[in-house]
Structure formats: C-alpha cells, structure tokens
DNA sequence: TCTGGGGTCCTAGGACCC
DNA sequence: TCTGGGGTCCTAGGACCC
C-alpha cells in the first residue's frame, strides 16, 4: 500500500445560514429575502441570510443600533427558537449516520465525516449525495469540505460557501498551496482574531505562511494548539474524529433579564428558574451533579459594575431540583449586596458524573423517591406542555423575562419532514 | 431605553509545601 | 546581619468555538 492510501481524509457538512434556514421551513414566505434571527433578550444578531449578508449586515452586531437600517431595508427579523434548531439539528445528524459510520456532531450545525474504504475513493460522489440527500429529506442546504486534516476540510468548506461555481462542495487535496495562499489567516478553525493580530504583526498573514511556520516559533507564539494547527495546515492530521461525545464538564444556564432587577424576591426567582432548567438539562443528559455555583451581575456597560459568584459542594452526586435549589439559594444569600440592578445571572452545574452514585444506606429510600417524582415532573412537562409543572421558588410571573418579540409561533412538533 | 448564551481549554500567578 | 528554588494545586481570566 503507498503512502498515500493511508493518509485520512475528512469532510466538513456545515448547514447554510442554520437558524435562518429553520426558519424558513417553517415560513416559506422568508425564501430569497433578507432576515435576521436575533439572540436570546433579542440582544444582537446571530444568524444572516445570504440576501442580509449582501446588505453587508455583520455577525453579532446589537439590534437596536441596526434597528433602524432593518427596517429600511425590508429585513425580516425572528427571535430565535432553539428548539426548533435543536430538533432540526437532530434530524440532520440522523441522515448522515444513516449513510455513513464515522461521523461527529461537532455542533448544532455541523458534522464533521471521515471518509474510509470506499467512501474515501469516491469521496466527491458521496459528498454530491450526501448533500443531495439533506436537502430532499429536511430542506436545509449545506455545504461540504472535503481535505486530508479537519482544519483542511474547514478551509476547503468556507471555500464551498464562497464561491458560488462550486455548488456547495469543494475538496482542497492536492491544491493546498493555492489555496491557503489566499486564506486570510484570521480565518483558520482555531486562530482567533488575537492571534491572528500576533500573527499578522510577525508578516504572517495567509494560511501558507502560517503552515511554513518554524514549530517552535508557533509554539512559542501560539501555543500547543496552535502548533496543532500548523501541523495540520500541512496535512498531517492531529485532532481525530470524536465519534463518542465525551460527558459534559458543566451545564450552564444564564440569561440576561427584561430590565434591571433590583429587588431580592425577583433575582431569587430567577437564579431559581435557571437552576430549575440546569437541573432538567442535566437529568436529560443522565448526569449527576456535586458541586453548583450561582453568578450575579450588574450590567457591564454601566459604573460602579459588580459581579460575584458562590459555590457549593453537595454532600454526594445529584439531580435532585429540590437540593439544587435550596443550593443555589444559599449560594445567592452569599452574594447578593443591595442598592444594585442586576442585569444577568447564571447557574453552573459542575463535577458531572453519568455514574448512579447514591448516598448512604439510610438516604437511599429517600433519593430513589425523589428520583421518580423528578421523572414524573420531566415527563409531565414534555408531554403537556413546558412548565405545565414548576416549582414555587421560580415564581409565577417571571417579570424578569428576556424579551423576544419576534418569536415565531412553530414548536417543533408541528413540522413532519420525514 | 436597548449590548446573547453555552461550552472547552490554556495560562499566569498566588498559595503552600518541602 | 543573611531571605532559595522547585514542585503542585487551585483559580481567575482570557481565548476560542458555534
């Protein structure tokens, strides 16, 4: 066998404009025109159509100080409903374990595939098909980024989306050089916009220099994952694909509130509604929990700003909402000052373990049965309706809520694509 | 008036110990 | 009078990702 048949090869399927292009299954009228989805507390932009893109609309600028450009311009603007992504992400994942084994769902919209055996020999026809498949089976398009490392693939895939001619699939073997020469280097996976500066400030401005690199320059400049980088620019692969998804170091929940909260009742209820959800998120993942951590912040933008944050250790591993709560009560308690309006807080979940890891002899009886009626809470609660059941501490009114006022009125049940 | 949320990893620096 | 140095652990904060 020659070396090149055991060079690996890897593809990048990065679905197109994500959240816009859910939104449009569900509202076809949204097709070929400008739209935004907005960020939790319609904060700032984070996801454009190409149309919107064109307006020459940038990523994560804040709404209200484009508010009014949008407008003029016609642009559809949608709070974002993660659950629809979710779903849809799910569904997208599904399809490509269905046509082929390795694959990693690296995040909400993108999978990474390696290509072996026959796949690889026809990695292109897969790919074509792959795509083909996607589109006819839940209606998002993708692009594809076919390469010999992952970071490769990740070049070859922004390559796809570029340029049009290409149809959505690009496979940069055997033209490395050509195209990192004209790959800005601020837009390699895992080069940030301050190493890039450094770089740039070195004569380093393309994805060519950078993979010509001396190592311990790079590594020194960089770090060790940058080295990891620059090996992998020059096709030699580093990062594997990870198939298994390792268990999760820790589950946050934290939300910008409506307005200002100044009083104690309302930032209670609400530390309490997020370790509410921490807890649910954590039981859907059938994590245990042993340590919990509470964070509060007036907002950053304004004087006199603060910020703390307390932390609990249980006794033993959990996933008990009643515990979390009582925890994430005290931590508040040990933090919360008054004369200040709090802008954010947040609940963090760590030291997580998939493992059963119950108390003592004595509590086990107990535990089992709060176990079960947390299962009877989450059920409830997926079955009738969100918060059909909720616990006292989260209040009744939420008047802290974010705002999302452009939220359409789908839920995820209500489109059958398959 | 309005400025996201969720996650991981690395590093620098302090505390502590021998 | 004189005040080392290396290891480990922890934490906060930065950088990066989507």
Same mark, same amino acid.
């Given at each position: 066998m020659s070396l090149e048949n055991c060079e690996s090869l890897f593809a990048l399927i990065d679905c197109n404009n994500f959240y816009v292009s859910c939104e449009r299954l569900y509202n076809p009228a949204l097709l070929y025109k400008p739209v935004v989805v907005l960020s939790n507390n319609d904060g700032c932009i984070i996801a454009r159509s190409n149309e919107a893109k064109k307006l020459g609309i940038k990523m994560g600028v804040s709404y209200f100080q484009i508010r009014d450009f949008l407008k003029k311009n016609k642009v559809a603007v949608i709070s974002s409903n993660y659950e629809i992504y979710e779903d849809i992400s799910k569904r997208f994942i599904n399809i490509i374990k269905s046509k082929i084994c390795f694959v990693e769902a690296y995040s909400i919209d993108e999978a990474f595939i390696e290509l072996k055996g026959i796949f690889k020999k026809r990695s292109f026809e897969f790919c074509k098909g792959l795509k083909e498949d996607i589109y006819r089976l839940i209606g998002i398009p993708v692009s594809i980024g076919i390469g010999r490392t992952k970071t490769l693939a990740k070049v070859a895939n922004k390559i796809a989306k570029k340029n049009k001619d290409l149809n959505g699939i690009f496979d940069i073997t055997g033209r490395e050089e050509e195209i990192l020469k004209t @790959? +800005?280097?601020? +837009? &390699?996976?895992? &080069?940030?916009k301050s190493k890039a500066n450094c770089l740039k400030g070195m004569g380093i401005t393309n994805a060519l220099n950078l993979s010509k690199i001396d190592n311990s320059l790079a590594q020194k400049t960089l770090g060790i994952n940058g080295l990891t980088t620059v090996f992998e620019l020059r096709g030699i692969k580093c990062i594997n694909l990870q198939e298994k998804k390792p268990i999760q170091k820790e589950i946050i929940v934290s939300r910008s509130f409506g307005h200002d909260i100044g009083n104690y009742k309302e930032l209670k209820e609400g530390v309490s509604h997020f370790s509410a959800i921490a807890a649910k998120n954590m039981r859907n993942l059938n994590l245990y929990t042993k340590t919990l951590s509470v964070f509060i912040t007036s907002n950053? @933008? /304004? +004087?006199?700003f603060y910020t703390n944050q307390a932390e609990i250790n249980f006794d033993f591993y959990t996933r008990d909402t009643f515990l979390i709560l009582q925890a994430a009560e005290k931590c508040l308690n040990k933090i919360f000052k008054e004369n200040i309006k709090y802008k954010k807080a947040g609940v963090i979940l760590r030291n997580l373990t998939n493992c059963v890891c119950l108390g003592n002899l004595f509590t086990n009886l107990e535990i089992e049965n709060k176990h079960n009626l947390m299962k009877a809470i989450d059920l409830l609660n997926k079955k009738i /309706? /969100? +918060?059909?059941v909720f616990f006292a501490a989260e209040g009744v009114n939420k008047l802290w809520q974010a705002k999302k006022e452009y939220t359409s009125n789908y839920n995820a049940s209500e489109i059958i694509l398959i």
């Open positions: @790959f +800005d280097v601020e +837009d &390699i996976w895992r &080069i940030g950053p @933008f /304004k +004087d006199g /309706k /969100k +918060d059909a």
